[in-house]
């Protein structure tokens, strides 16, 4: 499995960590800590192997004309009472690059790489999957009341791979103007 996203900086990776931990700790979720903090652009999807090497000649490839930008997380949200996240704050430069990102890995990769018709809501994951409807209402309330309020500059993507229990990332491109 792969998936495309900006990841955070260290400081904001190592500050979403701690609360990652906090879920784990409380509550046992620990899906989350298989990633470093990001923002998903292209969500994970099956590749087989020998197509590797063709993914991240693809990723290299990608050329944009949106110049590095800044990513504002504020506060935290969730989605349903199955994922909590740092927001994000909207952003078109963000979406344009989503968009960007997914035209450019449909041309070579359109049987793997499904579009995604659902609306673009970027967020930096903290719990996800394994948290229990009941513990949700208990972790929602503490982190309602939490303060966050971080930014980091996004001037690249990042192909992740799944490896057992971790995803690595394997390739990365610093955005080029096209």
Not at 71 to 87: E, Y
Not at 107 to 132: M, Q
Request: glycine residues 2%; hydrophobic residues 40%.
């Amino acid at each position: 499995m792969f998936y495309i996203a900006v990841l955070c900086s260290p400081e904001i990776d190592k500050k979403i960590q701690a609360y990652k931990l906090w879920m784990r700790d409380r509550f046992g979720c620990t899906v989350a800590l298989k990633s470093s903090a990001h923002i998903t652009l292209i969500p994970p999807f099956w590749l087989h192997n020998e197509k590797e090497q063709q993914l991240i000649d693809t990723i290299h490839s990608f050329q944009t004309t949106i110049p590095p930008f800044n990513i504002h997380l504020q506060q935290f949200s969730h989605f349903s009472n199955r994922v909590i996240f740092a927001a994000v704050e909207e952003n078109h430069q963000l979406g344009s690059l989503r968009k960007a990102v997914e035209d450019h890995f449909m041309k070579s990769f359109h049987d793997e790489i499904k579009p995604d018709d659902r609306p673009f809501h970027p967020h930096v994951t903290i719990a996800n999957r394994d948290i229990k409807p009941g513990d949700f209402i208990k972790a929602w309330d503490h982190f309602k009341r939490q303060h966050f309020d971080e930014q980091f500059e996004a001037s690249a993507i990042s192909l992740l791979k799944l490896n057992p229990g971790k995803w690595n990332v394997i390739a990365e491109q610093i955005f080029q103007m096209g």
